[in-house]
T-cell receptor, first 116, second 112 residues
Framework: AQKVTQAQTEISVVEKEDVTLDCVYE???????LFWYKQPPSGELVFLIR??????QNEISGRYSWNFQKSTSSFNFTITASQVVDSAVYFC?????????????FGPGTRLSVLP | DAGVTQSPTHLIKTRGQQVTLRCSPK?????VSWYQQALGQGPQFIFQ???????QRGNFPDRFSGHQFPNYSSELNVNALLLGDSALYLC???????????FGAGTRLSVL
């Protein structure tokens, strides 16, 4: 069965600090997709990144970076020099190719508070 | 280019009633998925519609049903509402397998 764990329920940091959000997943499929979404107070889930299981390259996008390690089934997300606008709930999600890659299983989320 | 739109934004119902939520997918998307998000939790997959048929279903009772129209818009119906159905209902659209799902702002349903 597919499962996503985000062990950090809440994190508070002061602006300009770096912060890493952890994500550990479980799947029996060899082909799967991993995602990160941001949910601000407005409620809409905002897409941040997608990774497929064959692409273990780390990615950097501005202040955001992602570390995908199949050996530890982890897909961690780091925000460098955090800003108040980064305050939100962040979700890691997994979908398996046998489900057309579209039946998302979400983790419980990590609430990030960035204090000025 | 309009994103995923959902209506209504908020809804208040009483136990036993029925409710219909609506979703218009992002332009060019043919697949619509519905999720239920209880307070403080991650979204839970309800079901997915593709080519006007339910293609996949999560662990939700038959009280939850849906429909997809030829223009790819979709409805979620919940019958015999329970207090536990109170949640944010999110619609997501996508195209092709393994592709990014784009979410609407959701409908917040309160069952009293």
């Amino acid at each position: 069965a597919q499962k996503v764990t985000q062990a950090q329920t809440e994190i508070s940091v002061v602006e300009k600090e770096d912060v890493t959000l952890d994500c550990v997943y479980e799947t029996r499929d060899t082909t799967y997709y991993l995602f990160w979404y941001k949910q601000p107070p407005s409620g809409e889930l905002v897409f941040l990144i997608r990774r497929n299981s064959f692409d273990e390259q780390n990615e950097i996008s501005g202040r955001y970076s992602w570390n995908f390690q199949k050996s530890t089934s982890s897909f961690n997300f780091t925000i460098t020099a955090s800003q108040v606008v980064d305050s939100a709930v962040y979700f890691c999600a997994l979908s398996e190719a046998r489900n057309y890659g579209q039946n998302f299983v979400f983790g419980p989320g990590t609430r990030l508070s960035v204090l000025p | 280019d309009a994103g995923v739109t959902q209506s209504p934004t908020h809804l208040i119902k009483t136990r036993g009633q029925q409710v219909t939520l609506r979703c218009s997918p992002k332009s060019g998307h043919d697949t619509v998925s519905w999720y239920q998000q209880a307070l403080g939790q991650g979204p839970q997959f309800i079901f997915q519609y593709y080519e006007e048929e339910e293609r996949q279903r999560g662990n939700f009772p038959d009280r939850f049903s849906g429909h997809q129209f030829p223009n790819y818009s979709s409805e979620l119906n919940v019958n015999a509402l329970l207090l536990g159905d109170s949640a944010l209902y999110l619609c997501a659209s996508s195209f092709d397998e393994g592709n990014i799902q784009y979410f609407g702002a959701g409908t917040r349903l309160s069952v009293l």
